[in-house]
């Protein structure tokens, strides 16, 4: 269809949407909407089936004006299979991808209405509870809450001990949301969202988890991995800690995590950049729109939050 179609489509990406779980200490995107009337959209209803009871727990954003909607309706396809479709939602709980796959009559229609209130704590426990996993079976003594011990004393115990296997961190619902391995007195790996290793370690310091965590011996690691940390734990910890302490300094400059960005030229002039935030540049350049909000830059560019502001701080100049 490139080159061939007869109007731009760019005059339609204000229709698009993501739709939100808001019940979440950090929200989630669970997929995209299209807008289809002045206060309906349409989406795949696989989406919605384990929040047709709670839709007060999802919400609308529209990421081109900023806008964010509540929802009071769900329309399912009259032949769309709910009960079926609940069953192999709830199955695949723990994995971020569905397992349901697109097919006939896999839509719903939600209607819109604004005035969006904050969501009360009986409705973010009644969701947490219905869509929560079971607690995964864990070594005893190697399991906390991040609430309680630092993760940095967690890894160091872990490290100097010289254990084999994998420290998992979950969110309220009992999902994965961090991974680290750890072998020979060292941490080796690490995933968080799309960042991988040193990024991976640093993002998580920076974004304060505080879920709870577990050890899972293990050979290798679940996840594809290639290289492994070069850093030594305890160097690794010191860099994650000094990013730390510089992030509140450079989000103050940049407006905080909610402000947003757009191009004022068309190519980035790299040079005028200093050396050491040049790539980071780069990676950040093509999603400054002005409808990402900075805080959510570290998952499009695949930078930790420290690399992400410091360049943004320099381009800003």
Not at 4 to 23: E, K, N, P
Not at 24 to 36: D, F, T
Not at 110 to 129: D, H, I, W, Y
Not at 218 to 235: F, G, H, L, N, S
């Amino acid at each position: 269809m490139t080159g061939r179609t007869a109007f731009d489509v760019r005059c339609h990406a204000g229709s698009v949407g993501l739709l939100m779980d808001r019940t979440l200490k950090r929200e989630e995107a669970l997929g995209s909407v299209w807008l289809v009337d002045q206060d309906k959209v349409a989406t795949c209803a696989h989406l919605l089936v384990l929040y047709t009871d709670v839709l007060d727990a999802l919400k609308v954003r529209f990421p081109a004006n900023r806008e964010e909607w509540g929802i009071t309706e769900a329309v399912f396809h009259p032949e769309f299979k709910v009960k079926q479709a609940s069953q192999a939602a709830r199955r695949s709980l723990g994995s971020p991808v569905p397992a349901l796959a697109l097919q006939d009559h896999n839509l719903v229609i939600l209607t819109l209405t604004p005035g969006l209130l904050e969501p009360g704590p009986e409705l973010v426990s009644a969701v947490n509870e219905q869509l929560s996993l079971p607690p995964p079976s864990r070594d005893r003594g190697l399991s906390g809450h991040l609430a309680d011990l630092d993760l940095a004393l967690v890894l160091q115990t872990i490290t100097n001990a010289r254990k084999e296997g994998t420290l998992i961190i979950t969110d309220e619902r009992n999902r994965a949301l961090a991974k680290v391995y750890c072998r020979d007195g060292k941490i080796v790996h690490a995933r968080y969202g799309p960042l991988t290793n040193e990024p991976a370690i640093y993002q998580v310091v920076s974004q304060h988890l505080l879920g709870n965590f577990y050890f899972q011996g293990q050979k290798q690691p679940d996840w594809p991995v290639a290289e492994p940390i070069a850093r030594q734990t305890d160097m690794l910890l010191i860099e994650s800690h000094r990013r730390l302490d510089e992030i509140p300094r450079l989000l103050l400059d940049l407006g905080g995590e909610r402000a947003v960005f757009q191009r004022a030229r068309e190519h980035l002039e790299v040079e005028r950049l200093p050396p050491e935030v040049r790539i980071e540049a780069q990676r950040i350049w093509p999603y400054l729109t002005g409808t990402v909000q900075v805080g959510q830059l570290w998952q499009l560019a695949g930078l930790d939050d420290f690399a992400v502001f410091s360049a943004l701080a320099e381009m800003a100049k």
